[in-house]
């Protein structure tokens, strides 16, 4: 049996005294938590140890005595052996240190064994005269102990992953597990620093002086007023956002659509957990709270930046005067592919008169554009001035805005992108039907699949008949449809990246990156362990040292859930899609989940 | 051991697997073969009756030679597309009186079509294809020539290939469509939207409504069907003749191989015929299983 002692570096130079922590049920391990020194009153310490754990909610005791000797303390061995009666205890660990030597000592009693040590002492003299030993009367007898050395603060503060979600799970937690919250949950015990004037005094990691920062206190006094102030603002701007007036189907399907309004929506939901007054319960919704408010500065400070260089040295007026005439240079190019469709395009035979009856609605549809276009032109200075003012809010907001701008300048394309494919989709449809009746066959819906079937004379006539037009007019219309298409996947894949990066924003850790990076401690992954001490005759030292988390997976564990948009379909979906004119919206939105 | 060697065991052996015998398993004795029959239910072609029944075809294949001829006639200019309407609706009234007559004669236990449903067809045809006929003609404007000709050669030959020749009446699906397709991509290179509207008649009126005519006849009066044949294959010969001599030779050709020369094979050929049935053949089902459907 191996018994396992976690014992904090801070200790290491204690003077002599008792060891209070805490046995890990289930395992064969101890963690010791600090070293009350003599000279002490046992009742004291029994009263302290009770009143620690009535505090943490850990079950403390003490675990064993310490003796590191110095000039003038020989009587304190037997003294510290004694003690092993007053405290009551299943086991009693008795750990001795020479000054200048690195190894620890380490006896462990039974409660009822106690005089079984002598015993086993007089029976180790006698192994040491026989060559063979009997290795199983050895391994009952002798307990080994190793110790694992461990930092006391960085245990403290670290969070073991994959974090327990707090339910009642079947197996219990592990051993490492349960080290990491007994040293997290223990905060009361180190609050006792050398500098108080009770009783007892002990060695912790904080037995120097609690340390704390003025900022951070301050900001913790300030933070209470300025969540009632936030959570004030929030709930008079719902109550605007949820007035009867903004229900109307066509506001609401607009403004579910506008991808402004959603990240305005995502955004209020964000400031609504940051503004709770109550504090984060749990390391994931503490994870949770400061990433948000670390995205939204880094946002707004992004958004004031860019704010500050489009007011500056008439941005706004160039950024007007060059939208129209390149709107304008659009629908010229526009025009001359219609143009050039019309014509024959790439040498391809189309039919003549279906070219120009398309081509002439096409072109009409652009003059409309251009004249509404025309229309807005002494207003875009405005509403760009306006809708500038949108980013101290954050960048994310104006790009959102940038990408409904470009769906409303684009929507001509758009509009000329559902035609072409819906005149594709009916002509497909139209001809695999015909297909299927000029070979004498009909899909049979009830049983998905396809049947002969006997058709009158008249069906097969004008079947036939329109099959062939179908059939004849078919180049020219996929032409078209091909080139609208292009077009309209062009805006999308811009869209796209404006959406992809408003996404990126939302949701990247930073504060658990930045964390990750300069306190890797606080963030662990497991730990990894190394030899202090190996000699013969004296236990084993191991340094236990925290394994921080890989990056990749700390971004993916605390990723915001947003609505990301990803790719609805896949490649070959799509394609598929394309390929029968079915209308593509290939980004999909994925609705926030509440929490 | 086979069927010549010595004779075997005292036991007879007895044609069965499931037994243990004393003979190898691939043992065969000297009935081997006995069930065997050759050329069981063959039906024995007399030549007259087969160049009858192959004049049909010959028939078909003049059908479209003259459906040719008619739009050679066309897009030279030498047929007015007015007169060739006026005389396929003579030569329609004609065949729907003639049809109504011997359908008199045989009681038509089927539902009649009345002649209102008649009417309703036509007017349908004739106005959708009228409708239809401008943008018709536009059609192939962009395809090349040799394009469209392969095409309409490739459907027609689709057509003859598919054609039910024992039962033209119901039409053949394929066929039918084939055809269609085949005129209107002939149709569509004509010099007017008339012009295609009268060449899409007369299609209709040879590839759709002329085999239930001939079904008719070929039901109620034989002999005369068999005239009729020969009648149109002359037809065939002499228009195209018209037109151009090299292809009235060639359809000479086709028409004296199809009619005359296959039936010689065919018939000549027979005797060739070496079928073997027995016992180890499919089954085949000969009781009526209607009344287990109902």
């Given amino acids: ?595 | 051991m086979g069927p010549d060697s010595a004779p075997g065991p005292a036991v007879p052996w007895r044609k069965v697997l499931w037994e243990r015998q004393p003979f190898p398993d691939n043992y065969v004795d000297q009935r081997f073969l006995e069930e065997l029959r050759r050329n069981e239910g063959i039906r024995q072609y007399r030549y007259w009756a087969v160049v009858k029944e192959a004049g049909f075809v010959g028939q078909q294949l003049s059908c479209v030679a003259i459906f040719i001829t008619l739009w050679l006639y066309m897009e030279q200019g030498l047929l007015s597309p007015v007169t060739l309407l006026w005389t396929s609706l003579v030569c329609s009234l004609l065949g729907y009186g003639l049809h109504q007559l011997l359908s008199s004669k045989v009681e038509s236990c089927s539902e009649p079509r009345t002649h209102l449903a008649d009417l309703q067809s036509a007017a349908i045809f004739l106005s959708f294809t009228f409708g239809f006929s401008p943008v018709l003609k536009t059609l192939t404007e962009s395809v090349s020539t040799d394009t469209v000709y392969a095409m309409s050669a490739v459907m027609l030959l689709a057509h003859l290939v598919s054609f039910p020749y024992a039962q033209p009446s119901p039409p053949g699906i394929l066929s039918l469509n084939a055809a269609l397709f085949a005129s209107v991509c002939l149709a569509s290179r004509l010099p007017g939207a008339l012009h295609t509207f009268a060449m899409l008649s007369c299609a209709l009126l040879v590839f759709a409504l002329w085999p239930c005519l001939l079904q008719r006849l070929r039901e109620n009066t034989p002999s005369q069907f068999t005239g009729v044949c020969v009648g149109v294959c002359i037809a065939g010969v002499g228009g195209l003749g018209s037109q151009s001599p090299g292809g009235a030779v060639l359809l000479a050709l086709a028409l004296g191989s199809v009619t005359l020369l296959c039936p010689l094979l065919l018939v000549r050929l027979q005797r060739h015929k070496d079928n073997i049935h027995g016992p180890w053949d499919e089954a085949e089902i000969h009781e009526d299983l209607s009344h287990f459907l109902h």
């Fill in chain 1, 1 to 595: 049996m191996v018994l396992k002692i976690f014992f904090p570096q801070c200790c290491n130079r204690a003077d002599s005294g008792l060891l209070v922590g805490r046995w890990i049920s289930g395992h064969d391990s101890a963690v010791v938590l600090a070293v009350i020194h003599y000279p002490f009153i046992p009742g004291q310490v029994k009263q302290y140890v009770q009143q620690m754990q009535a505090q943490s909610g850990v079950e403390l005791s003490v675990l064993g005595s310490w003796s590191l000797p110095k000039e003038g303390q020989e009587g304190m061995e037997s003294f510290l052996r004694d003690l092993s009666t007053i405290f009551p205890q299943e086991r009693w660990l008795q750990i001795r240190r020479q000054m200048g030597k690195t190894g620890f000592t380490c006896e462990v009693l039974s409660r009822d064994q106690n005089a079984v040590a002598a015993q086993r002492r007089v029976k180790k003299q006698k192994k040491e005269e026989e060559e063979d030993g009997d290795a199983e009367e050895k391994e009952e007898d002798e307990e080994k102990v190793i110790f694992v050395h461990y930092e006391q603060r960085k245990v403290m503060l670290s969070q073991l992953h994959p974090i327990d979600s707090g339910d009642a799970k079947t197996d219990p937690p592990s051993e490492l597990r349960q080290v990491f919250q007994t040293v997290a949950l223990s905060q009361p015990l180190f609050f006792l620093d050398k500098y108080d004037d009770g009783p007892l005094k002990s060695t912790h990691w904080q037995s120097e002086g609690r340390e704390a920062s003025i900022i951070v206190e301050l900001l913790k006094q300030a933070s209470v007023p300025l969540c009632l102030l936030l959570s004030w603002m929030l709930s008079v701007w719902t109550w605007i956002c949820s007035i009867r007036i903004f229900n109307f189907y066509p506001l609401r399907f607009l403004s579910s659509k506008l991808s402004t309004c959603v990240q305005l929506s995502y955004r209020t939901e964000h400031m609504k957990t940051l503004s709770s007054p109550k504090p984060a319960a749990g390391h994931t919704q503490f994870m949770r709270k400061a990433n948000m408010l670390v995205s939204v500065l880094v946002d707004v400070a992004l958004g004031v930046l860019l704010m500050s260089w489009l007011y500056r040295d008439d941005h706004i007026t160039m950024l007007a005067n060059t939208l129209v005439p390149a709107a304008d240079h659009v629908a010229k190019e526009l025009d001359q592919l219609l143009q050039w469709l019309m014509g024959a395009p790439a040498g391809l035979k189309m039919n003549r008169a279906l070219d120009q009856v398309l081509g002439r609605f096409f072109l009409y549809h652009i003059h409309l554009w251009i004249s509404y276009i025309h229309l807005m032109s002494p207003f875009i200075e405005g509403i760009l001035w306006y809708g500038g003012l949108s980013a101290c809010l954050g960048l994310s907001f104006a790009l959102s805005l940038l990408s409904d701008m470009v769906a409303l300048f684009t929507f001509h394309i758009y509009c000329f992108y559902v035609y072409g494919a819906r005149l594709y989709c009916l002509k497909i449809y139209g001809l695999s039907s015909l297909w299927r009746l000029f070979r004498g066959k009909k899909w049979n819906v009830l049983r998905q699949r396809v049947d002969s079937c006997s058709y009158d004379l008249d069906q097969l006539f004008i079947g036939t008949l329109l099959f062939t037009v179908l059939l004849f007019l078919l180049p020219t219309t996929a032409l078209y449809y091909l080139v609208f298409t292009l077009l309209r996947l062009v805006v999308v894949l811009f869209q796209g990246v404006l959406h992809l990066s408003v996404d990126f924003i939302n949701s990247f850790p930073l504060f658990a990156v930045g964390l990750r990076v300069c306190r890797s401690y606080r963030l662990a992954e497991g730990v990894k362990f190394r030899v202090l001490c190996d000699e013969p005759g004296v236990a084993l030292h191991l340094l236990m040292e925290i394994n921080p988390l890989k990056v990749s997976t700390v971004v993916q564990t605390y990723r915001t859930p947003t609505y990301s948009c990803y790719p609805r379909d896949s490649w070959l979906a799509l394609v598929k899609k394309l390929f029968v004119g079915e209308l593509i919206y290939p980004w999909r939105h994925k609705t926030t989940k509440a929490d």
